[in-house]
Structures are given as structure tokens and as C-alpha cells.
Nanobody
């Protein structure tokens, strides 16, 4: 199973980017997909996740109201629309996926996700 993430880049503060992540190589459907990010010198942190079974979505407080996660069943893919970007959003963004459905209290725990993409760099200039 491979996760291919794309869409990162350099943008000015206040701008937008859309990240994409598609799953390939597996015969099963992921039941939760999401995004984490890691800035230099910091731990990898939760950004957003969507669960397939009921389309429930969860966001980090720092991105609520600015980022929107969405999914495409047919493509086994997930997207992250990022608006009103801030320099603090600069990081490598990693796509993550789980073939099982994490319980609500665990959706933000990176240990719940078995598959990870290679990361895509997002840089927001001030």
C-alpha cells in the first residue's frame, strides 16, 4: 500500500493551497484518512481526519475554520483545502490512513494510522 501526497508549495500569508493524497496498491478501503504535519524541531502533530463510515471530521483547534478535509470514495483519496494560511502553518504535511475506524477519542493519535505518505512541504511566507 502506498500513499501519494501532493499539492504543497510556497504561498504568501493569507493564501490557499490544496493537498491531495491517494491510496494505491491495496485491495481494501481505508476507513480513516487524514493529515499530520511536522515543523522543524517539533513533533508531528495532528491536523485533520475524516472517518469513512459516517463522514465525521475532526480538526486541530489551530486550523478550525480555515482548513477543510474531504474524501473521494471512488479514488480512495483525501484532500485538505487550506485557506487563510499563516506562517505557523509551514511544515511538512503527511497523509495518514487506517484500514480500521479509530474511536473518537483516538482519531488525533498518530499511532492509530498504519500507512503514511512521503510528506509534502508547505511554506507560508509573511
Amino acid at each position: 500500500v502506498q500513499l501519494q501526497a501532493s499539492g504543497g508549495g510556497l504561498v504568501q500569508a493569507g493564501g490557499s493551497l490544496r493537498l491531495s493524497c491517494e491510496v494505491s496498491g491495496g485491495t481494501f478501503t481505508m476507513n480513516a484518512m487524514g493529515w499530520f504535519r511536522q515543523a522543524p524541531g517539533k513533533k508531528r502533530e495532528f491536523v485533520a481526519v475524516v472517518r469513512w463510515n459516517n463522514n465525521s471530521k475532526y480538526y486541530a483547534d489551530s486550523v478550525k475554520g480555515r482548513f477543510t478535509i474531504s474524501r473521494d470514495f471512488a479514488k480512495n483519496a483525501v484532500y485538505l483545502q487550506m485557506n487563510s494560511l499563516k506562517p505557523a502553518d509551514s511544515a511538512v504535511y503527511y497523509c495518514a490512513a487506517s484500514p480500521t475506524t479509530p474511536i473518537t477519542s483516538a482519531v488525533r493519535d498518530r499511532q492509530q494510522y498504519d500507512y503514511w505518505g512521503q510528506g509534502t512541504q508547505v511554506t507560508v511566507s509573511s
